[in-house]
């Protein structure tokens, strides 16, 4: 039976609508076929300035297991002798992050916002000291108190001076008690405490803890007072504007590994050893501190450090705490 051309007509139309519609609609959707931006976002590089400070353990294990890749970002070391190397690094963009603390953040920031806090890198603890201040053996020092009007060897216009002053205060120690002279380079400080040419010097953790075992007395250090002391992780804040995902990534990874260090601290001598985070003679009897969960410093803490710089007449402006420290990218 033959069919008539009208019906012919309405068959072909119809054919051809299906086929427009299937074109239009394309493939259906399905669970499978969907792709997230973080899935398909090629991983950004962040490229780190590191001292050899125990400060950035976390990185180290984040970056040996494997924990940036899986967080979707690249991490790569830029190693710096000293602070002054780190922060040529940073001023010359050749690096888009770094551990450091708030007297050099208020330091880059006193002209123009340069770099921005996003989290602590390591705190001072009831348990755990960050900086020591130190006597000679040769002095008879003991207490805080007798290190009135004695030179104390520092670095000046640091956050090892910022330590000094404010640890001494809080014992009762008025501005004009406290002197100090500048030896910047760490070794220097502790050859002259150890000779007895610095009667008094404030010293880092563990390098302090080196300077007791070759003879140095303890007379005082931050777990009476951790507030004041704290080193923190921060980047250039061109960087974060155009990369807040990556830093978000970044902060996640090293709360993962934070997670692993203080849940086996004597996993990880064969990164002290190999990152020289920790020196030789004191590696397997020193005990890893306790490392900080997610956070950042306070508008308290902030506050005091910049009335500080303008006390010691580094500062003569006043710089906002939002426009410097920064908690959105913690996870």
Request: net charge negative; with cysteine; proline share 6%.
């Amino acid at each position: 039976m033959k069919k008539s051309p009208n019906i012919l007509k309405l068959l072909i139309i119809g054919f051809i609508a299906t086929l427009f519609l299937t074109a239009c609609q394309g493939e259906p959707v399905s669970q499978a076929n969907v792709t997230s931006d973080s899935e398909v976002s090629e991983p950004v590089t962040l490229k780190i300035a590191v001292l050899p400070i125990l400060d950035a353990l976390p990185m180290y294990v984040a970056e040996q297991e494997g924990l940036f890749e899986a967080n979707n970002v690249r991490v790569t070391f830029i190693a710096a002798a000293s602070a002054a190397e780190r922060d040529q690094i940073i001023v010359a963009g050749q690096a888009d992050g770094l551990i450091n603390e708030l007297v050099s953040t208020v330091l880059y920031n006193k002209d123009q916002v340069q770099v921005q806090v996003v989290r602590f890198a390591r705190v001072a603890t009831t348990q755990f000291p960050q900086y020591y201040i130190l006597a000679s053996k040769q002095s008879g020092i003991t207490t805080p108190q007798e290190l009135k009007g004695v030179d104390i060897g520092i670095s000046q216009g640091t956050v090892i001076e910022y330590i000094t002053d404010r640890l001494l205060q809080a014992e009762g120690l008025t501005a004009e008690d406290i002197k100090t002279i500048a030896v910047p380079k760490i070794p220097d400080r502790m050859a002259l405490l150890s000779s007895g040419e610095l009667r008094g010097a404030t010293m880092p953790d563990p390098l302090s803890l080196l300077a007791i075992q070759q003879g140095a007395v303890l007379v005082l250090d931050d777990t009476k007072y951790p507030d004041y002391s704290y080193s923190t992780i921060a980047f250039r804040k061109a960087v974060i504007d155009q990369n807040p995902e990556a830093i978000r990534n970044f902060l996640q990874a090293i709360e993962e590994a934070t997670a692993k260090i203080n849940a086996n601290p004597s996993q990880w001598a064969h990164l002290l050893t190999e990152k020289q985070l920790v020196p030789e003679s004191l590696v397997g009897d020193y005990q890893l501190p306790t490392y900080p969960a997610a956070g950042v410093p306070s508008q308290a803490q902030w506050d005091d450090v910049v009335a500080w710089c303008q006390d010691k007449g580094l500062l003569t402006t006043d710089i906002a705490y939002s426009d410097s420290v920064t908690d959105q990218f913690l996870p």
